[in-house]
T-cell receptor, first 113, second 114 residues
């Protein structure tokens, strides 16, 4: 079945450690996105990529890094520079067309101990 | 500054009645609007959308209304069912500039009471 797979679903990290969240899609979508959800804050855009080997910062990119070496994959690294990393992270993808409809993964919950 | 606002954090409705979720936007460039539904610990799923050339779009129990002059849209769910209990996000984009990322509101938590 086509879809977006995020892993791991739950992750615990000690302060000062970097952690990488995986996002893979088999929908043949060109564009991929990372959002962060916090209670009462809605979905805030971290990074997005419209094509392989290219990505742009979103509204809250500080403390995060991404890569887009393959069309199917868009991993997100939460670095130790991110001050409040505990959150629910959502990966999404879309076609390059104008509809704007996003398809989301199931999410990854990161907890910093 | 929030470009997409959902001013009601929560809403409770009795089963069978109408649920009305509201959304306001400030950016007049937005020309395409979407609603997503989200259950806890899951990713959002697309519900319904509307282009700025329309003022209404209907899909089964869900209808979205757009008032461009007021920069306001609303999602109507009739009749409301317990399974509709979720967080609903309003989102907007402007398609003419290509694949512009969606801008989301903060969401409204709908509780449908049996």
């Amino acid at each position: 079945d086509g879809g977006i797979t995020q892993s791991p679903k739950y992750l615990f990290r000690k302060e000062g450690q970097n952690v990488t969240l995986s996002c893979e899609q088999n929908l043949n979508h060109d564009a991929m996105y990372w959002y962060r959800q916090d209670p009462g804050q809605g979905l805030r855009l971290i990074y997005y990529s419209q094509i392989v080997n290219d990505f742009q910062k979103g509204d809250i990119a500080e403390g995060y890094s991404v890569s887009r070496e393959k069309k199917e994959s868009f991993p997100l690294t939460v670095t130790s520079a991110q001050k409040n990393p505990t959150a629910f992270y959502l990966c999404a993808s879309s076609t390059r067309g104008p509809t704007g409809e996003l398809f989301f993964g199931e999410g990854s919950r990161l907890t910093v101990l | 500054d929030q470009q997409v606002k959902q001013n009601s954090p929560s809403l409770s409705v009795q089963e069978g009645r109408i649920s009305i979720l509201n959304c306001d936007y400030t950016n007049s460039m937005f020309d395409y609007f979407l609603w997503y539904k989200k259950y806890p610990a899951e990713g959002p799923t697309f519900l319904i959308s509307i282009s700025s050339i329309k003022d209404k779009n209907e899909d089964g129990r869900f209808t979205v209304f757009l008032n461009k002059s007021a920069k306001h849209l609303s999602l109507h769910i009739v009749p409301s069912q317990p399974g509709d209990s979720a967080v609903y996000f309003c989102a907007a984009t402007y398609r003419n500039s290509g694949n512009t990322p969606l801008v989301f509101g903060k969401g409204t938590r709908l509780s449908v009471i049996a």
